[in-house]
């Protein structure tokens, strides 16, 4: 190995050092304690030496971020290759409420600590992790609606959107607050999917005032 070669592999050694302290500093004190001279410190560089790797401390989050997504992402990938659409929105739910229970560090980090930086990912490229997670949840409702199983006025995105909201509310209300009920995540999160199938179980019409 070259002189160069071993230059650059010191150097990303160094710069994913600086990102696993970073993420650690963040899962235990939150975006707001990340500095870039708390980063040096922990670090035992100087703070110019940083500034070699990362422009400043929003870079940094950024990456973190990135990262994070990429993880989400891996996770409901594999899920999204059942063939029949109610089928894989079952299998997609249940990744997503798995990745955040079972990585409640990450899911934090690109969901809950800096909504700005979430929802910028989110609005970026559409090649993005954020982007693309939402597309693959997305294109159950689309092949649903092709398949002449939803009305012609169904938005897919809206439905996406919908059923997402209701995934993250089950895994923040259990991160933030598991003491509040005692129904386990899995079976709110069936629960919402037979919800929003097949609607409200045994529902009657409002009886017409006389």
């Not at 500034?51 to 971020?65: D, G, K, P, W």
């Not at 929105?89 to 899911?107: D, I, K, N, Q």
Request: charged share 30%; with cysteine.
């Amino acid at each position: 190995m070259g002189i160069s070669e071993r230059k650059e592999r010191q150097r990303a050694e160094l710069r994913e050092h600086i990102l696993g302290v970073a993420r650690e500093m963040v899962v235990k004190e939150g975006f707001s304690a990340l500095s870039m001279r708390k980063l040096a410190e922990a670090v035992e560089y100087a703070p110019a030496t940083l500034y070699l790797h990362f422009e400043n401390r929003e870079a940094i989050a950024r990456e973190l971020c990135v990262r994070g997504f990429g993880e989400f992402l891996a996770e409901l990938e594999p899920a999204a290759t059942a063939k029949e659409p109610l089928e894989r929105l079952a299998v997609m739910a249940a990744a997503y409420v798995r990745f955040g229970l079972a990585h409640p560090e990450t899911y934090r980090l690109i969901f809950m600590e800096d909504p700005k930086l979430s929802s910028e990912l989110f609005q970026g490229a559409p090649d993005g992790a954020g982007p693309r997670s939402f597309a693959l949840l997305s294109g159950v409702f689309e092949d649903l609606k092709s398949a002449g199983r939803l009305s012609a006025e169904a938005q897919p995105a809206r439905l996406a959107e919908t059923l997402w909201a209701g995934l993250h509310g089950i895994v923040s209300l259990k991160l933030t607050c598991a003491a509040f009920k005692d129904t386990r995540a899995e079976d709110l999160r069936d629960t919402l999917l037979e919800t929003m199938v097949n609607g409200l179980p045994g529902l009657k019409p409002a009886k017409r005032e006389r």
